[in-house]
């Protein structure tokens, strides 16, 4: 399961630089990593483990912009389709998902 979180922050005002800088920043720190520029993905194990994300990131939301939180499965992830230009690129390698029984 993947997490895709997706945002639009003003960026106008020192405050609002400010505000989406933090929200950035809290995201990486809960294990966010930059899909394309306002594109954070994280990897989950389960959905209950997504949930818990979700929720934690709706906490970290700033006072002004859209944000967008959606889920896919790893199969629909191992689908996208990412190109530079008109050249298709190979997707960087999936992040390596431990398992543990």
């Excluded at 979180?5 to 989406?20: C, G, Q, S």
């Excluded at 594109?39 to 209950?48: D, L």
């Excluded at 970290?60 to 689908?79: R, S, W």
Aim: glycine content about 2%; some cysteine; proline content about 4%.
């Amino acid at each position: 399961m993947w997490i895709l979180v997706m945002f639009d922050l003003p960026t106008e005002t020192k405050k609002e630089r400010k505000a989406a800088a933090k929200f950035r920043k809290n995201i990486m720190a809960d294990g966010f990593t930059m899909f394309q520029f306002s594109i954070y993905v994280r990897n989950c194990a389960s959905f209950e483990n997504a949930k818990v994300h979700i929720k934690r990131v709706q906490s970290l939301l700033p006072e002004y912009g859209h944000v967008g939180i959606m889920c896919i499965t790893d199969k629909q992830f191992a689908d996208i389709k990412i190109f530079n230009c008109r050249k298709s690129i190979e997707p960087r390698a999936p992040y390596q998902q431990l398992e543990l029984f």
